[in-house]
Structures are given as C-alpha cells and as structure tokens.
C-alpha cells in the first residue's frame, strides 16, 4: 500500500525557513518522480516543486531562488527547504508521487506564514 507521510510544517514569522520531509513506502520510490503541491484556502491547487529519477528539478516561478526540493533514494524521502518565506507561502503542502497508476499523495501538512 502507497504510504507518503509529510512532516515539518508549522507557524512562521515572513522571512523565515521550514524543511518539510515526506517518508514514502509501499513502491520502488528510486523509479519514480517526486513533487510537492500546496493549496491555500479558496484558492487553486499549485504545483511547487518537481524533481526527476535522476535529480533533476523544476519550480513555480513563485517559488524559484526561495524553495530547493531533494530526494534521498536510500531512505525514500522526499524534502523541501523553503527560505525567505512569505504570507503568500501559506498553504497545506503535499507531497506526490507520479505512479504508473495515478498520482499519490500524502494528507499534507500545514505551513502558516504570519
């Protein structure tokens, strides 16, 4: 059974820095691509961050120079350092995974900038 588990969320001052963690199981996590969405209250879900099988990265141009998403294949984690955040950031953060049979996610995890 696909488990993603998102962790690292909270309350945070503008300007500050959160790392959320996703620990993933229940699929071979090295073979597929990661990403992370937010959605904030009212407002449409947001893509924010992708990362392929071999590291590479794309990102919301809301978030680029701000967010750096990472994946570890030996624990199966899924992480994103967000730096200089800002009220807009609020949102709750899923973590994804792009099966073969379909998105996955997690059940997210709240970042409240404020």
């Known amino acids: 059974q696909v488990q993603l588990v998102e962790s690292g969320g909270g309350l945070v001052q503008p300007g500050g820095s959160l790392r959320l963690s996703c620990a993933a199981s229940?699929?071979?996590?090295?073979?597929?691509?990661m990403a992370w969405f937010r959605q904030a209250p009212g407002k449409e879900r947001e893509g924010v961050a992708h990362?392929?099988?071999?590291?590479?990265?794309r990102y919301a141009d809301s978030v680029k120079g701000r967010f750096t998403i990472s994946r570890d294949n030996a624990k199966n984690t899924l992480h994103l350092q967000m730096i200089s955040l800002k009220t807009g950031d609020t949102a709750v953060y899923y973590c994804?995974?792009?099966?073969?049979?379909?998105?996955?996610r997690g059940q997210g995890t709240q970042v409240t900038v404020s």
């Open positions: 990362i392929e099988i071999d590291g590479r990265t």
């Open positions: 994804v995974a792009n099966l073969a049979s379909g998105p996955s």
């Open positions: 229940g699929f071979t996590y090295s073979r597929y691509c």
